[in-house]
C-alpha cells in the first residue's frame, strides 16, 4: 500500500517533468561588464564612509594603533578638545580606526553632556560657557546671570548654557568659559574672560604646605577673599620629603604586615566617604579574598550638587591620596589602578597627571599600572557599576546586581572601588593609628567628616568637623553664622538626594545613620543652607530638574518619574497623591541610587514644608 503511493507519486512527478530532449542551449543573462559592475557594486559598504582627510585628522590625535576599546571616550575628548565639538564625518573615521560600529560611537558620544555632536557644516562656538544652575549657585543668583549674559555677550561665537553643579559651591555663582572657570561670577568677569580668551584653567604651582592634620576641627577651605582658581600644591619631592610613600614602600618591600593596616582600618571605623558609607576595611578584606588578577577603579567624579570636599582635598595635597590607593593597592593585591576624574576639574586633572607622571619616574618602588580617566559630565556616573561601564569606554549606565563589583567588576575583574577622600586619610589613620581617627567625633557619634558647606552661610567651604556634629553647631562654629540679613530657615544635610530638614530640626547629629528616620541621609555631606528669603519647594524643584537632566534613561520609573514629578512640583497647590505614587513607583523599581533617592525631596517638602504646597 505504502510503494503504490510512492510509484503514484514517481509516475506523475515524470509525466510534469520529462526529460529534456536534444541539446540545451545556454542564454545569456548579463555580458562580463556587467557582472564585474554588480560584484563592484556589493564590494561597497552600506551607510557612510570615512573619507581621507577625516581619517588622516583623527590619526593625528589618537596615533596609530591598536586602538584599544576601552579609551573610546578618551579618543572622543581628543576630538571634541581639538575642534570644541564632534563633527559626524570625525566619528565616522574614529569608528573605522577603533573597528566599532557607527552606532555604538554615536550612542557613547550622546550618553554624554560634555560632548555635542555636529552634522556637516553645521556652525560651532568657539566659546562656551557654563553658567552653574545648582542649587547653591540658583541661590547666588545664577539665574538671573543665564538670563542676561546671552543678551550683553551678544556673539553667535560665544554660546551660554546652564550646567549641573560643576563641585565649586563655596564660589558661587560660578561660570566656566570653556575650561576657565570665574569664581563669584558676574557679568563683567565673565566678559573679561572671554574678551582677555581665558579659556584654559590657570597651572597650579607646586610649592605649598599641606598637613591635613593641622586643620582638624577648622575650615580647610579659605575665605572668600582668598580665593584662587588654583591654589598651590604639594610635589612629589616636597611629599616624599616628609616621609612621604614610606608606609607604602614598608608594605611593598614585606617590613610591614598588611594585616596591621586593615586592623587600622577596621578600629578607626572609617567608612565609605562617597556616599555609601561602606566600612573600608570590611570591603578590603573582601576583595582580598577575591581570585587574581583584582583592579581596583577610584572614584573623583564627585557630581552631587553642593560636594567639593574632593576637589579641595585634592588640588592642595594629591599624592597623600595617591599613596592611600596604593597603600590599598599593596595590602589587597591589585594589579592595576584606574582613577575616574570629572571633567569639570580641568585643573586637578592636569596637576594629577603631572604628578602621576613624576611618582612613574622615580617610583618608591615597582608600582601597579595607574590610568587616569576622565569623565564627560555625568553624573550617573557617580555610581560605582556606572562609572566601570564608562571607564571601559561605554555608556554610564548602572549595572543589575548581583554579581557585585567587588567579584565581577571592572573589564570582568575582582575590583577595589573607593571614592577619593576614603583613600586620602588611609595614610594618617595607620601612622597616627586608628584611635586618632576615631577619638574625634559629637553626641556619641566617632570620626572626622569633611563637610561641603555653602548657601547662606558667611563662611562656606570644607569644614574638617567631628562626625556627628549638629547643623546649628556647624553654622555657629565652623561659617561664622548665617549671612547678614538671613535668618536660618532649612537646609539639605546630603547633597541633592539627602532630603530636606527645617531649621526647628536642627540637632539631628550629622552622621551615617542618624538621619535615616528622617527620610534623609548624609551621603557625601554636602550641607546646603538656605534662609527665610528663599522657599523650600525652590530647592525642591531645583533637584528634581537636576535628577530629571542627569537620568540614564535605563529605567522607565526613573526616566518619567524625574520628568513627570518636575512638571508637577510647578503646580502651587502639588498633586500630593499623584507624587506620591510616583515616589513609591521609583522607590521600588529604579534600578540604581538616582532613581531611588530622587523623591526623596518630594516627601521631607510634603512633611516639613506643608504650607508651602497648601
Not at 592634620?213 to 572668600?224: H, L, N
Not at 548581583?402 to 573589564?411: N, S, T
Not at 556627628?468 to 553664622?481: K, N, R
Amino acid at each position: 500500500c505504502t510503494y503504490e503511493i510512492v510509484f503514484r507519486l514517481r509516475d506523475r512527478y515524470r509525466m510534469n517533468h520529462p526529460k529534456p530532449s536534444g541539446e540545451i542551449k545556454a542564454v545569456a543573462i548579463a555580458t562580463a561588464d556587467d557582472l564585474r559592475a554588480r560584484i563592484k557594486q556589493k564590494s561597497k559598504l552600506k551607510g557612510r564612509q570615512a573619507d581621507d582627510v577625516a581619517l588622516a585628522e583623527i590619526q593625528a590625535l589618537i596615533g596609530d594603533g591598536p586602538y584599544r576599546r576601552d579609551l573610546l571616550i578618551e579618543n572622543l575628548h581628543l576630538l571634541n578638545d581639538e575642534y570644541r565639538a564632534l563633527h559626524d564625518h570625525h566619528l565616522v573615521a574614529l569608528a573605522k580606526l577603533m573597528n566599532l560600529p557607527m552606532a555604538e560611537v554615536y550612542e557613547v558620544a550622546t550618553f554624554y553632556h560634555h560632548f555635542e555632536v555636529v552634522r556637516g557644516n553645521d556652525p560651532v562656538a568657539d566659546i562656551t560657557v557654563r553658567v552653574c544652575d545648582g542649587l547653591s549657585c540658583e541661590l547666588a543668583g545664577a539665574k538671573s546671570l543665564l538670563e542676561r549674559l546671552p543678551t550683553i555677550l551678544g556673539n553667535s561665537k560665544v554660546k551660554v548654557i546652564a550646567a549641573p553643579c560643576v563641585g565649586r559651591c563655596e564660589q558661587a555663582p560660578v561660570a566656566v568659559v570653556h575650561q576657565y572657570p570665574v569664581l563669584f561670577a558676574d557679568v563683567e568677569k565673565i566678559s573679561n574672560a572671554i574678551k582677555n580668551r581665558q579659556t584654559t584653567h590657570p597651572k597650579a604651582k607646586d610649592d605649598a604646605q599641606f598637613e591635613p592634620a593641622d586643620f582638624v576641627q577648622k575650615g580647610v577651605s579659605p575665605e572668600q577673599k582668598a580665593n584662587v582658581v588654583s591654589p598651590a600644591y604639594v610635589g612629589y619631592e616636597a611629599y616624599r620629603a616628609k616621609g612621604g610613600y614610606a608606609l607604602a614602600s614598608n608594605l611593598a618591600n614585606q617590613q610591614q604586615d598588611p594585616e596591621t593596616v586593615i586592623k587600622a582600618m577596621e578600629d578607626s571605623g572609617l567608612r565609605g566617604l562617597g556616599g555609601a558609607g561602606f566600612p573600608a576595611g570590611r570591603k578590603w578584606r573582601i576583595v582580598r579574598d577575591q581570585t587574581a588578577p583584582k583592579l581596583m577603579a577610584v572614584n573623583i567624579d564627585e557630581g552631587e550638587p553642593g560636594t567639593f570636599k574632593d576637589r579641595t582635598y585634592l588640588e592642595r595635597d594629591p599624592h597623600r591620596f595617591l599613596e592611600g590607593m596604593l597603600i590599598a593597592a599593596q595590602v589587597v593585591g591589585i594589579d592595576a589602578c584606574y582613577i575616574y576624574l570629572r571633567d569639570e576639574y580641568h585643573g586637578c586633572r592636569e596637576l594629577l597627571a603631572n604628578e602621576i607622571q613624576k611618582l612613574q619616574a622615580n617610583p618608591p618602588y615597582r608600582l601597579p599600572l595607574i590610568e587616569l580617566r576622565r569623565g564627560a559630565g555625568a553624573y550617573i556616573c557617580g555610581e560605582e557599576s556606572a562609572m566601570i561601564e564608562s571607564i571601559e569606554g561605554k555608556r554610564g549606565e548602572p549595572r543589575m546586581r548581583p554579581p557585585y563589583i567587588a567579584q565581577v567588576g571592572l573589564f570582568g575583574r575582582p575590583t577595589l572601588e573607593h571614592n577619593f577622600e576614603t583613600l586620602y586619610w588611609v595614610r594618617d589613620i595607620v601612622q597616627r593609628g586608628p584611635q586618632w581617627f576615631s577619638s574625634f567625633g559629637r553626641h556619641d557619634r566617632k570620626g572626622l567628616r569633611s563637610f561641603s558647606v555653602s548657601g547662606r552661610v558667611k563662611l562656606p567651604g570644607v569644614k574638617l568637623a567631628p562626625a556627628g556634629i549638629t547643623i546649628q553647631e556647624l553654622i555657629d562654629e565652623y561659617c561664622g553664622g548665617m549671612q547678614d540679613g538671613h535668618t536660618f530657615y532649612g537646609y539639605l544635610p546630603g547633597g541633592a538626594s539627602g532630603g530636606i530638614l527645617p531649621a526647628t530640626m536642627n540637632t539631628i547629629p550629622l552622621d551615617f545613620d542618624t538621619l535615616q528616620p528622617y527620610g534623609c541621609f548624609i551621603g557625601s555631606a554636602a550641607v546646603m543652607v538656605f534662609s527665610h528669603h528663599d522657599k523650600a519647594r525652590d530647592a525642591a524643584l531645583n533637584v528634581m530638574r537636576f535628577f530629571e537632566h542627569e537620568s540614564c534613561g535605563q529605567c522607565t520609573p526613573c526616566r518619567v518619574g524625574t520628568s513627570k514629578a518636575a512638571q508637577l512640583m510647578l503646580a502651587p497647590k502639588w498633586d500630593q497623591a499623584t507624587l506620591e505614587d510616583l515616589s513609591t513607583v521609583m522607590i521600588d523599581a529604579s534600578i540604581c541610587g538616582l532613581g531611588q533617592a530622587a523623591p526623596n525631596p518630594i516627601r521631607c517638602i510634603a512633611k516639613y514644608f506643608p504650607e508651602e504646597i497648601a
